[in-house]
Nanobody, 122 residues
Framework: VQLQASGGGLVQAGGSLRLSCAAS????????MGWFRQPPGKEREFVAT????????YYADSVKGRFTISRDNAKNTVYLQMNSLKPEDTAVYYC????????????????WGQGTLVTVSS
């Protein structure tokens, strides 16, 4: 499966952005999906994940209550709605697909998109 992330940009603190990740190739609903991010000079970290059906989600504590992951299997797309953004949310955001299950660890994921940059100014 190929993944194409989009929707990043520059936003002021307190603002919102919605990231999208479009998938092509194999049947999208065969994959659990995740969002990860890599802040400048730091390691890649887990943000959110969603099961194949969309019925189960899980979030990093740092984004819980502010970010929402969702998917539209008819459109082969997963989304990350980001509200109340903070400067510490600045990072390159990556979407990823897992053949097995939804998880917080990047090693579970088999396919990765190219990343989209989110910059939150204070």
């Amino acid at each position: 499966v190929q993944l194409q992330a989009s929707g990043g940009g520059l936003v002021q603190a307190g603002g919102s952005l919605r990231l999208s990740c479009a998938a092509s190739g194999r049947t999208f609903n065969m994959y659990a999906m995740g969002w990860f991010r890599q802040p400048p000079g730091k390691e890649r970290e887990f943000v959110a994940t969603i099961s194949r059906s969309g019925g189960r989600t899980y979030y990093a504590d740092s984004v819980k209550g502010r970010f929402t992951i969702s998917r539209d299997n008819a459109k082969n797309t997963v989304y990350l709605q980001m509200n109340s953004l903070k400067p510490e949310d600045t990072a390159v955001y990556y979407c990823a697909a897992s053949d097995s299950h939804y998880d917080t660890t990047p090693y579970t994921y088999d396919y990765w998109g190219q990343g989209t940059l989110v910059t939150v100014s204070s």
